[in-house]
């Protein structure tokens, strides 16, 4: 079975059925050898914000040194973002062995009348898939109440009730009391219950166990929400008997502070956390969709609100923010309340309504009718993405564009923000059969590959009428055969940079809202041709080493004292280095950590001596404190190695407006134990780094000074590596100048170099990675590796 034909066979699965309980999922992780059983879990039910509760645990959890799966409901764009370990999605091959395994038993039930539905498979796969590997936590959150629920099936460790409303009135019983006494079901044996419920619900609970109240008054716990510490970010206080934290948190609203009161109650039951921990767990969640700005220019935020209470929230929540006019787009499936959903929302100065790509939008007839009564001009633009298009053309700078009413909507515009262009380097007809293969794509448009060639993906329509538009122009675009994500499709283009530009003008006022995807394409283009447009020379930029520490992997300890770090540094200099990398604290395998003191201690004195050189200087370090004095010393760049694992980290490079390196990492330092599986190593990396690229930029900082790092040998094997350096070009595709970091690495173990002999691999690594499009490489050996970047530079001026 292929990947693709395992979705189309989880996504045929039945989405409900009338048999309530957790029998039919028993049965089938009993064939699967009762892996949940192994499996210590945390059960999160609620009518609301259980998701953004099972993600605050779950970081906090992972701060604390653990490995957690996390299970949770719906996703945006792929399935696979329901089943997470250690914030990665599920593998690909490990659901196509899944689905084979499963096939025979769901059959077998299908036979006797019993046939699961998709959640209950999925709910297996994802405890399948912990149990196999032996998390230390599983956070589950629970689908539709908790007696009858899927994860159910498990005995938890530690459970919660977020809050109680009127929901699923046909499955949970007609009062909220109903409602509560079956959620209540969850409650663990040996801990009690965490809830925020209150009023009748809580009373129901209380019936039912022994339970922890969490709330704004008059709780066990006591979890409030301060002040806003930025756009993006606010405040937030819990206090429990004998302990509390201050934090400051992502998720806005007296709700989410809640939540994170409950998140931090819970991992105090299942884990021996601190304050700190709890601290640093709540700073670095981030869950898209919910409240999510994705610009201050105009002001854009997108939030999944589908029901009164949620819209009533989001109207709460806008008001702290100061903008001229507001655009409302607003989309929402056809069983919602939309009349009170519409008097909910915030007033508005245009709604355009939209209607997602599912079969349970609401027309626009009843969007209408729900809006009959506002005094905005209401518009219908069809699509989402026509829609998101045209209030960001509508809206000045000073105005806020609100996109919500469903998560499906949510989903549909953040592709805006998150959708790739990726280019591929296409120098042999070898190269050409391999791309449209991996792609699924019939071979025999191999020979129709030219100079630009991108790999994207579309919605359905999107897809189609690029593919019209680009033969008409004279270029190709070609579909995949096959749907492997269940909601978009793989596309290959292939032209000239006229013929993009040509689409470009082209696909203007198209009611499909592709306008700013063919933008990409062009801005990609110029980006892979006109380095001299970002921050760095014109050239690759090299970046000399110079670590201030006992214990680095090369250099050992040689610079440790401040005199002959700064003869090194200009050494470098005078040997070719564009610019100066300081750091204080070494992340190879086996590393002492040290203090912030001590860091700060190491570099800052460094920094401060050679501060009136002409080349830019950059810190290593993965703290904020750090980066912040290294700035203030003198310092001109961050390089963080840890891909802002830091909350604090974009904040400081924003205040100070200076650029950072932005790594992608899985362990800081380098855990040579832990394996990571990857579908696609460079199109993960880069999809990865999206998502801290976009972090960066709600802090305040735009592309051209976030550099990406693909982190050789962070988490990678060498065959990995080396695919990374050979497709760098495919970077590009984030918009960001590219640094690369593979200076006598062991990845060049596997071309039989010695830690000794690795000097000449290094310089052929920096030819290939100058000539794929590197714009920084960083190196111990500053003058033999700015040799070759000379040499690059000479050929590729004869080219021209």
Sequence with gaps: MEYHEAVDYLESLNRSRPKLGTETTARMLSTLGDPHED???????????????AVMLEQILREAGLDVGLYTS???????????LNGRKVPKDYVRSFAEKIKPCVSRLRSEGDCPTYFE???????HYFGDEGVDMAVLEVGIGGRHDATSVVDPVASAVTNVSLEHTDILGETVREIARDKAQVAPDGKRLVTSADGEALEAIQAETEVVTVGETEADIVAREGKMTSRVETSVSIVGPNWDVAANLSLLGQHQATNAGIAATLARQVSDVDTPVIERGLRS??????????STDPLVILDGAHNPAACRTVADLIGRYEFDELHLVFGAMKEKDHARMAEALPKADVVRLCQPDVSRAASFDTLSDAFASCTAEVVQNGTVQMAVEEALDAAGDDDCVLITGSLYVVAEARNRWTRLQIPKRVHTLDTAHSILTEASIREEFAEDITTHTFKTRLYDRQAEYLQQLMQRIGGMCVISDVDSSGRQVTVILSGTTAQYERLADTVRGSDLGISH??????????????ADRRPWNADTAVMGILN?????????GRYSKVKDAVRRAREMISSGADIVDVGGESTRPGADSITVEEEVERVVPVIERISDVDVPISVDTRRAAVADAALDAGADIINDVSGLADPDMRFVAAAHDAPIVVMHSVDTPVDPDR??????????????????VLLAEQAGLSRDQIIVDPGLGFGKSAAECFELVDRLGELHALGCPIMVGHSRKSMFERVDCSSTGRLPPTVATTTMAAERGADIVRVHDVAENAAAVRTCREISGMDR
């Design 675 to 692: 394996t990571v599986a990857y579908d696609d190593v460079v199109e993960d990396v880069i999809r990865e780094l999206n998502e801290r």
């Design 74 to 84: 719906p996703d945006l764009n792929d399935f696979r973002e329901r089943i997470r």
């Design 517 to 530: 995807t063919s933008d990409q394409f062009n801005e990609v283009i110029r980006n892979g041709e006109a």
């Design 548 to 556: 201030v520490t006992p214990d680095s992997f090369y250099d050992g």
């Design 39 to 53: 499996v210590n879990c945390v059960q999160i039910a609620g009518s609301n914000g259980k998701g953004s509760t």
């Design 285 to 294: 969640t981030h869950w898209p969709g919910r409240f999510e700005v994705m």
């Design 121 to 127: 498979v999925l709910t297996v796969l994802a405890l």
